[in-house]
C-alpha cells in the first residue's frame, strides 16, 4: 500500500470508527460488536505506524491516554466562565423572574436544566477539531487538561455536519454513579481508603498527570453552552439542541434533562420534578440552572460584576436534621484502620432513620471540636453515608466533655500508630487484636479467596470465642468433633464446614495469595504476581526491583509485600498453610503438545468458543506461555470480544501479532 492508497483508507477508517464511538457512547445505539470496533481501531494504529505523517492528534487511536502531564499551563478564557447567582426558594425565583421581566420587552422564554454536580469545562473547536479544554478556574483563566479531556469517548475529537470554524463548547464533567462505586469497590479490595463523593473525584481524576488513568475511570460529560457562533440560532434552546448534529451529547430532552417553559409555573414544575427524583438519576445534581432563552435578551440583560442577569441557579436544599451526640466508638477495620463513628439519637433522614454517622478520622473531629451531648447538624448531600457537618454552639452544654481521639485500641489495648502522609490511626496488633483477627479470617474464607463453603462471618465469630481459630492456618486443624460441640452447630453443618475447608486446599494459588490479606494486594494484583512470580518462595523472598517488575506493582505495594513476609508471624502462618496442603505455587499442566513451544500470549477479550481461562489453559498445555502484560518479547495477542483499547494500541504500538480466537485454533492446528 502507498501513501495515497493508506491515506484514503486512513480517513474512511477514522470516519468509520467516529461514527460507531458516537453510537456507542452518546446514542447507547451500537450496531457492530466491540471485537469489530477493536479490529478496525487496530487496523488505523497499523497504519498511522506505518506512515506517522498520516496520525492525526483527532484521531480515534487517541481516546486510550498515554499522555503524561507534569504541570497543567493557565489559559485565559476567551469568554469569562461567570458563576450563577444562587436561590433556594420559589420566592426567590418569582423575584429573579419579576427583575427580568423590569428590563426586557417582549415575550419571555426559560430554559431548565440540571445543574450537575461535576467541573465545568470548556473546548474549543477549529475547522472542526478538538483543539483545547480548559477548566472553569477562577472565571477568567483555567487549566489546560486538553489530554485528559480527549480522553472521555462522549467528547467527540472530529465534527461533522455545518459547525463554525471556531467556537467553543462548554458543559459538565461528571462521575457516573456506576463508575464511582467500581472504582471504590476497586480501592476497597485493593486495601486503599475509598474516595468520599463522585464530584471530588471527578476533579481530582481530571488533574491526574497520567491520561490513561483517567481514560480507565470513564468520566462522562453533557454540554449545553455554546459560544462564538454568531446568530446560529435564536436561542439557547435551539443551539443546543442543534449541536447534537454536529456529533455532542447534551441533555437529553426526553429524560427531561433540559426543557424550554414560557411560565412560572412551568419552571416550578420543573424544579419540583427533579427535587423529588433526583436520586433516580445516574449521576448527581445539586440543582437547577435556569436561563432566558433568547439570545437578543440575554445581550440586552447583561451581567452584573459576578453573575449574568439573564440565568439563575436554585440549589437543593441539602437535608440537614438536628441530632444529639450522644457518644463515639471505634471501630477496627481487618487492616487495623481506626474508624470513629458517632452514635446519634435516632433521627429521619432522606427517607431513613439514621442513629450513626462517620466522623472519618481524629482530623475531622478536631475541626469540627465535637463534645459529647453537643447538638450536631447532620447530612447526607455527597456522602455514600450521614456525616456530622457542624454543631449547633447555642446548644451546648456547660459539662460537655471534648471528644478525643484514643490513644489505644479499645479492643486490645495496643498503642495506635498514624504512618507519615496518612489520615488514619492503625492498631499495629494484628496478631492480638480481636476485630483484625476475625477480619482476616473473614476475608480469607470469602468468595474470591478461598470460597469456603459452610463458614460466615457469624460462624467465624463463634470459632474465635470458642478459642479454635486465631489465624486463617487454624481453620486446617479443625475437626467434626469440636465443630460439633459448638452452640447451635448440628452434625450437618458441621460436617459442611470441615468438607468445605478440605475443598479449598484445591483452590489455584492466586486466590490464596489474595486471602493472606497482604495491604495492597487486591484479585488483580495477586494474579499479576502469581503469573509473574510462580510460587509463595518467589513471592516472599522477592526483592525489590523484581517485585516493581511485574505489570502494575507500584513502590507502595512492592513494600507491602516484603514488610508482610518480613513478619515472623505471618511467615509461620504461610509455612502451617503450605504443611496443609494448600497450593503454594501455580500448577504446571501436563503438555498436550509442543505446538506452541517458546511462544508467548497475552489473552484478552470475550470468546465465542471457548472461554479465557480454557484458552490459557490450551496455551500452557501446548508449550506456550501466557504473559501478563505486552511487551516487545510477546510473540501473540489473542483478542477477544470487548478487549481493552490500551492493550491493542501497545500491540500494534510494538508490532504484536494479533490473533482472533478463529486465527488461534488454525495456528494451533497447523
Not at 467528547?155 to 470554524?165: Q, T, V
Not at 489520615?423 to 476475608?443: D, M, R, S
Not at 468445605?500 to 488483580?524: N, Q, Y
Not at 497450593?583 to 509442543?594: F, G, I, L, W, Y
Request: one cysteine or more; aromatic letters at 8%.
Amino acid at each position: 500500500m502507498n501513501n495515497n492508497e493508506a491515506a484514503v483508507r486512513v480517513k474512511e477508517l477514522t470516519n468509520t470508527l467516529n461514527k460507531h464511538n458516537h453510537l456507542y457512547y452518546v446514542e447507547s445505539n451500537p450496531d457492530i460488536s466491540d471485537y469489530d470496533f477493536d479490529m478496525l481501531l487496530i487496523e488505523l494504529q497499523k497504519l498511522e505506524q506505518q506512515f506517522p505523517d498520516l496520525a492525526s492528534d483527532y484521531s480515534p487511536t487517541k481516546r486510550v491516554g498515554g499522555d503524561v502531564t507534569k504541570k497543567f499551563e493557565s489559559v485565559v478564557h476567551k469568554y469569562p466562565m461567570f458563576s450563577l447567582g444562587n436561590t433556594y426558594s420559589k420566592e426567590e425565583i418569582e423575584e429573579w423572574v419579576s427583575r427580568v421581566k423590569k428590563l426586557v420587552e417582549g415575550e419571555l422564554e426559560y430554559v431548565c436544566e440540571l445543574k450537575y454536580d461535576g467541573v465545568a469545562i470548556g473546548i474549543q473547536y477549529i475547522d472542526g477539531k478538538f483543539f483545547q479544554a480548559v477548566t472553569r478556574g477562577d472565571g477568567s483563566q483555567g487549566e489546560n487538561v486538553t489530554s485528559n479531556v480527549k480522553t472521555i469517548r462522549t467528547i467527540p475529537l472530529a465534527l461533522h455536519g455545518d459547525y463554525p470554524s471556531d467556537f467553543e463548547i462548554r458543559g459538565e464533567i461528571f462521575f457516573p454513579l456506576e463508575n464511582f462505586i467500581k472504582l471504590n469497590a476497586q480501592r476497597l479490595e485493593d486495601g486503599e481508603p475509598q474516595f468520599a463523593n463522585p464530584r471530588n473525584t471527578a476533579s481530582g481524576t481530571l488533574k491526574m498527570q497520567d491520561s490513561r488513568v483517567v481514560s480507565d475511570r470513564g468520566l462522562d460529560c453533557f454540554l449545553y453552552g455554546v459560544y462564538g457562533t454568531g446568530e446560529l440560532r435564536l436561542g439557547h434552546f435551539e443551539t443546543v439542541s442543534k449541536v447534537a448534529d454536529w456529533g455532542f451529547k447534551i441533555p437529553s430532552q426526553r429524560n427531561r434533562y433540559i426543557e424550554k417553559t414560557n411560565t412560572l409555573d412551568g419552571v416550578m414544575n420543573f424544579i419540583n420534578h427533579w427535587d423529588a427524583n433526583r436520586d433516580t438519576l445516574p449521576f448527581e445534581i445539586d440543582g437547577i440552572v435556569i436561563k432566558v432563552n433568547q439570545y437578543h435578551q440575554q445581550e440586552e440583560l447583561g451581567f452584573t460584576a459576578k453573575y449574568p442577569r439573564w440565568a439563575i441557579s436554585y440549589k437543593f436544599k441539602t437535608e440537614r436534621v438536628e441530632s444529639k451526640l450522644e457518644s463515639v466508638v471505634y471501630q477496627v477495620g481487618r487492616t487495623g484502620a481506626i474508624t470513629p463513628v458517632a452514635n446519634l439519637t435516632p433521627i429521619q433522614l432522606g427517607g431513613t432513620t439514621v442513629r450513626r454517622a462517620s466522623l472519618h478520622n481524629a482530623d475531622q473531629i478536631e475541626k469540627l471540636d465535637l463534645h459529647i451531648n453537643d447538638v450536631v447538624y447532620v447530612e447526607k448531600g455527597g456522602e455514600i453515608i450521614p456525616k456530622i457537618v457542624g454543631v449547633n454552639l447555642e446548644g451546648r452544654s456547660n459539662d460537655a466533655k471534648v471528644v478525643c481521639f484514643i490513644n489505644n485500641c479499645l479492643e486490645c489495648s495496643a498503642k495506635l500508630i498514624r504512618r507519615e502522609g496518612e489520615v488514619h490511626h492503625y492498631c499495629p496488633n494484628e496478631i492480638g487484636c480481636p476485630p483484625q483477627i476475625k477480619g482476616k479470617v473473614e476475608h480469607f474464607i470469602g468468595r474470591k479467596s478461598m470460597n469456603i463453603d459452610g463458614l460466615g462471618a457469624e460462624t467465624v465469630d463463634v470459632l474465635f470465642k470458642n478459642g479454635l481459630i486465631n489465624n486463617v492456618a487454624d481453620l486446617y486443624e479443625l475437626t467434626f468433633e469440636q465443630v460439633v460441640e459448638m452452640e447451635r452447630t448440628a452434625d450437618k453443618s458441621a460436617n459442611k464446614l470441615i468438607d468445605g475447608i478440605k475443598a479449598s486446599k484445591e483452590m489455584p494459588f492466586h486466590k490464596l495469595l489474595f486471602g493472606l490479606g497482604i495491604r495492597f494486594v487486591g484479585e488483580t494484583v495477586a494474579k499479576k504476581l502469581s503469573k509473574a512470580l510462580k510460587s509463595m518462595a518467589a513471592i516472599s523472598t522477592a526483592k525489590f526491583d523484581e517485585l516493581v517488575a511485574v505489570d502494575e506493582i507500584g513502590d507502595k505495594i512492592a513494600m507491602s509485600i516484603q514488610e508482610y513476609f518480613l513478619d515472623e508471624e505471618n511467615r509461620s502462618i504461610v509455612d502451617r498453610l503450605t504443611t496443609f496442603g494448600l497450593n503454594m505455587e501455580v500448577e504446571e499442566q501436563e503438555r498436550a503438545s509442543n505446538a506452541l513451544e517458546g511462544k508467548s500470549f497475552l489473552v484478552s477479550g470475550v470468546f465465542s468458543a471457548f472461554s479465557r481461562p480454557e484458552l490459557k489453559d490450551i496455551i500452557e498445555i501446548n508449550g506456550g506461555k501466557n504473559v501478563s502484560s505486552i511487551s516487545s518479547k510477546t510473540d501473540y495477542v489473542l483478542a477477544g470480544d470487548k478487549m481493552g483499547p490500551a492493550k491493542l494500541k501497545k500491540a500494534t504500538d510494538l508490532g504484536v501479532t494479533i490473533l482472533s480466537e478463529d486465527r488461534f485454533i488454525a495456528l494451533l492446528n497447523n
